[in-house]
């Protein structure tokens, strides 16, 4: 009997209309576009703008593209996964509303958090759907308006973060393509370092705790760039082992764009050449939960058949791992 695998079949994107220049942040805080440039590769970011738009409207948007671009009916879909950390509601699913408003009549579908790993964890899940063979299609959503939790005067986080959403969505291959493999990572020790320390169980929402500015992104810089630079090389290394795969058997290195200066890192410790590393954070910033999934839609075009593709991405509380994933079509 053939192996099932979960293979993407399609592809969409979404990024608001407004960006936020570097040089606009230079009357925000103390900083300038050589600054921000040379520390994190970012020129712009997009931000979200209108009232009551929230996460769900970027990935509702998104879905809707892939939706349009591969002629998918909605009813047929078994699964919708929106992987992020800015849902739209403390309790209510926004991957559930997502369904409902692009006609997923017959999906049910749940929010994934594992901060900028989310979509990482994400394509592990859906895979397992479809590896199981009890489902045929799954939409996965990364989206995140981290707009929505940064606190525009604290330099060490508005320069970096910006808002958008990807979808893929994931169907059974017999042919080999789809999800090879996968390492996926945790350490708890990463909450101190990378955290929004109110709105939670731990400390609830006050007037003290909004007045205090605790419901704002928190990072302690280096720490996270130490732990990201090191865990994300580790994991992406161990895909190609593990997979007895070198340099001129990866096409792509499709890394979370967190900082120029950690997927070069990781670029450099598996042996890829720069033109095999896709990037786009000079355009959209970190994303969260959305960097990977921009990155397969604005590279869809370069994506052929067969080609490896090789993923990594680092997130708060710690979370991080990597996958192998061979592309299953032509566009």
Request: proline content about 2%; glycine content about 8%; charged content about 20%.
């Amino acid at each position: 009997m053939t192996k099932i695998t979960a293979a993407i079949t399609a592809v969409g994107k979404y990024v608001p209309e407004y960006i936020l220049t570097n040089k606009e942040l230079e009357g925000y805080v103390e900083t300038n576009d050589e600054w921000i440039t040379t520390r994190t590769g970012i020129k712009e970011r997009r931000i979200l703008k209108g009232e009551g738009l929230g996460t769900s409207y970027m990935a509702i948007k998104a879905a809707e593209e892939l939706l349009q671009k591969s002629n998918c009916n909605p009813a047929e879909i078994d699964l919708v996964i929106v992987a992020t950390a800015t849902p739209d509601l403390p309790v209510a699913s926004t991957a559930a509303y997502v369904a409902t408003e692009i006609g997923a009549i017959n999906a049910f579908g749940y929010d994934l958090q594992a901060a900028c790993s989310s979509f990482l964890y994400g394509m592990s899940t859906a895979a397992s759907y479809i590896e199981s063979g009890r489902y045929k299609k799954v939409l996965l959503i990364g989206a995140d308006k981290m707009s929505s939790i940064i606190d525009y005067t604290d330099r060490a986080t508005c320069i970096i973060f910006g808002d958008g959403a990807g979808a893929v969505l994931f169907e059974p291959n017999n042919d080999g393509l789809g999800l090879q493999d996968e390492y996926l990572r945790s350490d708890g020790i990463g909450r101190d370092f990378l955290r929004i320390e109110a709105g939670g169980s731990i400390m609830p929402t006050t007037k003290e705790t909004v007045e205090a500015n605790k419901h704002f992104v928190y990072q302690e810089g280096k720490t996270v760039f130490k732990y990201a630079v090191s865990n994300m090389a580790d994991v992406a290394e161990k895909m190609l082992t593990r997979n007895n795969l070198t340099e001129p058997d990866i096409q792509w290195l499709v890394a979370h764009q967190a900082n120029k200066r950690i997927i070069e890192a990781t670029a450099k410790r598996v042996g890829v050449s720069s033109d095999k590393v896709m990037m786009n954070i000079q355009k959209y910033g970190n994303t969260t939960s959305a960097t990977l999934p921009l990155l397969l839609a604005d590279y869809e075009n370069e994506l052929k058949k067969g080609d490896n593709l090789i993923f990594a991405a680092f997130g708060g509380g710690f979370t991080w791992g990597a996958a192998y994933l061979k592309w299953a079509y032509n566009s």
